[in-house]
């Protein structure tokens, strides 16, 4: 039987053949920290003595939820950032330079990448093709801090999109219409992977909306 993209992305990153309901470590290729849960993530390090990032340059915090700052404790946090990238060299994207699944999804993540992130639409780049998911802080932490995380493979949905869209109908309404007949937790701990003739139709911008709006691990 054929393998699920995520169960082959995943094997790939285990090194070793795993599928649907495998628990396994696997190798993280990029990490993601926001400003609304990132703090967390830091303090979490820095509990046990492990504030150092695998691989700085795909380790992305981003300062975007709260920006600029509306009070100070706020503003705390964002000093809790930059000291972190400062001295892990992650990159930081302060205030003013985008919001985190648009700038990773567009230039830093690749087909069949594995990104993990403290927010729950870091999925927004299974538009690209990679295993994207959001997961708690101290998970993150882990993941940035050795570059690997366990996983349990999850189970796909294949979803079929047929025929093409009317004017005014948009990825937007494609997802909603989905998510409206599988309900908010139809697909707990789940991967939904996208196919049919309209999906190869769609714009990579249409497919990142598509994404966005999933919720696997959270």
Not at 130 to 148: E, H, P, Q, R, Y
Not at 149 to 158: A, D, L, S
Not at 167 to 192: E, H, M, N, Q, S
Request: hydrophobic share 40%.
């Amino acid at each position: 039987m054929g393998k699920t993209i995520v169960e082959k992305i995943l094997s790939e990153h285990s090194g070793r053949d795993v599928k649907a309901g495998d628990m396994t470590i696997a190798k993280v290729d990029a990490a993601l920290l926001q400003d609304g849960t990132g703090p967390l993530a830091i303090k979490q390090l820095e509990e046990i003595n492990l504030v150092k990032a695998a691989n700085p340059e795909k380790t992305f915090i981003f300062i975007d939820h709260a920006s600029p700052s509306p009070r100070k404790e706020l503003s705390n946090d964002h000093k809790i950032l930059r000291a972190f990238a400062d001295k892990t060299g992650a990159r930081l994207f302060d205030v003013g330079e985008g919001v985190c699944h648009q700038i990773v999804s567009e230039h830093y993540i690749n087909p069949c990448d594995v990104l993990v992130g403290a927010d729950s639409h870091t999925c927004t780049a299974g538009g690209i093709g990679a295993f994207a998911t959001g997961m708690g802080s101290s998970d993150v932490a882990i993941a940035l801090a050795l570059g690997k995380t366990w996983f349990r493979v999850p189970e796909t949905i294949k979803v079929n999109i047929k025929g093409k869209f009317k004017k005014g109908v948009y990825a937007k309404d494609v997802i909603l219409y989905i998510i409206g007949r599988i309900g908010a937790d139809g697909a707990t701990y789940k991967a939904l992977e996208f196919a049919g003739p309209a999906v190869k139709n769609m714009s990579i911008s249409e497919r990142l909306t598509l994404c966005n709006m999933e919720k696997d691990r959270g």
